[in-house]
């Protein structure tokens, strides 16, 4: 069974389109979801038949797959924590700005801490469902 990721789907249109695992375009016409189903999120991974359709492949019998669960989403820091996180960082964002105001960049330790400690919030942050 072939499977793929919605691309787009508008539920007020009726249809969207599936990208297969070779990049190609598949029709999805909304009398392909499942039972129950009225609309698709961008990105979903889904399985489903292939008809010939008038204008190319078409998609049919559609059936949802679960993704596994994000290990990156299951183990980031609680809402309170990173709160605190990000506040320290802004102060500390704040000390190195106004180091550079005074012409002056931080040193070199104060640099990578600094580098390291965005890179580790922005990992945070950047999450895919």
């Not at 980031?76 to 996180?85: L, Q, S, V, Y």
């Not at 990000?86 to 040193?107: F, M, Q, T």
Request: avoid cysteine.
């Amino acid at each position: 069974m072939p499977s793929g990721r919605v691309r787009w789907f508008d539920a007020n249109k009726g249809y969207g389109f599936i990208i297969n695992d070779e990049g190609k375009d598949v029709f999805l016409p909304a009398v392909a979801l499942p039972a129950g189903v009225t609309t698709l999120r961008k990105n979903a991974k889904v399985e489903y038949s292939v008809v010939d359709g008038r204008r190319g492949p078409q998609a049919m019998g559609v059936t949802l797959v679960e993704s596994a669960p994000s290990l990156v989403k299951a183990t980031r820091p609680k809402p309170d924590d990173m709160a605190a996180i990000v506040e320290d960082l802004i102060k500390l964002l704040d000390a190195a700005g106004n180091d550079l105001r005074r012409h002056h960049y931080p040193s070199a330790a104060d640099s990578r801490k600094l580098a390291t400690l965005m890179r580790a919030v922005a990992d945070n942050f950047d999450v895919q469902d």
